[in-house]
């Protein structure tokens, strides 16, 4: 019938679809061959820049063309005025503008926004921060804007103050936050820095930071960033790397130096300096695993000399860095070791010491989080940050509640279960270690504490016996061989495979590992370089049903008495 | 990953899947269980080519993540994957694949690696495309996407990646290569994409690693760019472009690489970043690129991350370099992991 719409069916839609595309690609690459034609002829001129703007204004990631424009706009440059080259700069701007709007994600446009705001005569900085900040209206978490707004602030000089009060505004519209607070964790620092604590402002501006990003989250406790803020309010700076135990063993002729971060010990250099009885000692300091990587913990061997056994006694001095750090031990006559260790308590080891003020403010927020957390039950960034928040407290205090918490946690939010497991046995270690402390313990016991993983290893190279049977092990680490003294080590019922990795550990008596998920023999070959073991327990292990094992075992650790059921 | 498989093959732009191959990248190099893989692995119910967005209200601010249909597929269909990117170059005039022209060199390093990975490398064309990286290599040394284009770092690596794979570094001047790797390093230890200037740790990543696959890392100031790199460190454990840029995984992926090459990897707070990262885990499975953003994705990534997460099918891909684990064992070039 006349006058009636014609309604085209979905064949003719895909086929008229497909026609437009096929001419819009014919036309872009008829555009794009013109392009690479007019620049292999030396053409730079405004036909090429307008042929390129249809390409870029589709495709802003083709990067070559963004270098041709510049490659005009500087040949245009020498040509031109100064007039003529800042109103090309404009239109430049005006283009990058529309272009931004199409797509402001690529990282071709924005730099070529940043090149042209270099190059032109009169730079309006004042202008890019406002296209700043109407583009972060339209997507606060874009970062290319972010960092191009860095750019202009650093150009424009705008001080970091100007900037605070700017990330105050985004934060109180109170939506998608996470990238002014990332941005606030950079200007504190610089506006208030903490002389003792580098890139963490002060701790009064920490309090008001903590107030301020409580109010974010008790407003909304689902928006994720305002916790992770948190978790970094709560921490403090890496400090530098100090010598935390130097043990010397006559029996070994070595000595052994632990740090309380990774250090590298380069060969020849004066970075870790050895002074026994007041001369110094030219010594190869090696990690335990002898691949000299940053490490824990250094090694070296001592001369006969050193070690002289009718002295009444030998001191030896260990300086790190220039003197940045230094200790001193003492080994007397008649015995086989000596040492020095730091406390881990007076050395604020696992957590600072806390302010009145901010024990205060800390102990609030943990009753405001407790509040919080009978009215979300399942909110699993208010568990974390309760346990967070008594961690910096009173760990020992705090342990069984803790415990109880981290089981919640994993209730409600059981994706991150390994990571809270691993969590949970790093706070279990801390805690022992503290109570080793008093206690001045060599033998510890971390049986049955559902431990998934190892750390702080290098707190105790002095330990002879440690007992970690009933956790959930699935290895050791290489790190394990800080523990220079271990004679007896219990690894019934866990889950370990294998022991592939593990350097020797020079003292090792007694090893116990029933019960575990060890295949083969071969999973115990490092056993055959550890020079004192004699007694090795191995029921309950799949490699108990080989029936050459007893014999492989037998040729492999020879010295060893093994028993396999 | 395999729900978002199509039927021709490939994995589609999805929600979080290049991610989902960077955030198992980054934490097998140091927490190797810390995405809970069970989850990542079982995620296979949907094979769509629109995802659904549906935000979780749990009151406040709204989650993006991707509703897994009940009748997805189950298995992976690495044949179809195959198929796919053995075809994909074919057919010249497509839209999409001309306008990807720009980065070419990495789509063929993507296509290459991820074709490796399956056993099928045999089915690509070795000898065209030796030739055409030959003819990218400009005057400077440096690599360009496509004939035509202009060298960047970028493509230089993806080249170097390609020519490892196939042991034909001899088909450029790998010595001008160097040079130019090396011009581009600024007085801060910072690396420019090209001549124009854009500084990204990306292209610390890229400077570095085709470095190390041609044996000459020591020829740029490794301790200056360490120290950027570092002072790229966020609040939250991660990494950005440049001092001061929001933590990313993709950055991450780049700074965690930068740094296993460099042996640096101790400077990396594991708990924090381990806890970052870990975060990026949808309830869906599969992972997004920061807090609260959705990103698309490839088939190499998704196919890399599933063989990162142990899939037998596929083989051992190194996490440092995102190339397979047995080319790099040939050229002896292993970086430490965190242990």
Known sequence: MHGRLKVKTTEEQAEAKRLEREKKLCHYVAATTAIFEKRKTGQLDKEALELTNQILGVNPDFATLWNFRREIILCLEQEGSSEEMQSLCRGELSFLESCLRVNPKSYGTWHHRCWVMEHVPNPDWA??????????????????????RRFVVQRAQVSAADELHFTDRLITRNFSNYSSWHYR?????????????????????LLKELELVQNAFFTDPNDQSAWFYHRWLLGRAEPEPTILCVYVSREDSSLAVAFSQPVVVTPGSCDLLLFADEAPLTVNWRTPDGRNRPGLMWLCDLPASALNEHWPQHIFRVHWAGGQSQKECVLFKGRSDGWCRDSVTEEQMFRCELSVEKSTVLQSELESCKELQALEPENKWCLLTIILLMRALDPLVYERETLSYFDTL??????????????RSRFLVENSILRMEYAEARVVDLSGRGLTVLCHLEQLPLVTHLNLAGNRLRGLPPALAMLRCLQVLELDGNQIETLEGLPPLPRLEELSACSNRIQRPSNLRPLASFPKLHLLALRGNPLGDLPDAQSELAALLPRVEITLA | MKSCQHESGGISASIGHDLTFYIPLVLSRFLPYVVDVIKLWTTYKACKKKMDHLPETNGGTPQKDVVIKPDAPST???????????SY????DDYEYCMSEYLRMSGVYWGLTVMDLMGQLQRMTKEEILAFIKSCQHECGGISASIGHDPHLLYTLSAVQILTLYDSLHVVDVNKIVDYVKSLQKEDGSFAGDKWGEI??????????????????????VEKAVEFVLSCMNFDGGFGCRPGSESHAGQIYCCTGFLAITGQLHQINADLLGWWLCERQLPSGGLNGRPEKVDPFHTLFGIAGLSLLGDEQIKPV?????????????????PELVS
């Open chain 1, 127 to 148: 202008r890019e921060l406002e296209l700043c900040a109407k583009f972060l209206e339209i997507d606060e978490r874009n970062f290319h804007c972010w960092d191009y």
């Open chain 1, 185 to 205: 964790s950079c200007l504190l620092p610089r506006l208030h820095p903490d002389p003792q604590q580098p890139g963490r402002p002060t701790e009064a501006v």
């Open chain 1, 410 to 423: 994993k209730a409600a939010d059981p994706m991150r279960s390994a990571y809270l497991d691993d969590l």
């Open chain 2, 76 to 86: 992976l269909f690495l044949e179809k994957h195959a198929d796919y990117i053995a």
């Open chain 2, 89 to 92: 170059g074919a057919k010249k």
């Open chain 2, 200 to 221: 990204d740790t990306r292209f610390s990543f890229c400077a570095a690693a085709t470095l190390a696959l041609l044996g000459k890392l020591d020829v740029v100031d």
């Open chain 2, 318 to 334: 190194s996490p440092v370099f995102c190339m397979p684990e047995d080319i790099l064992q040939r050229i002896n070039v292993q």
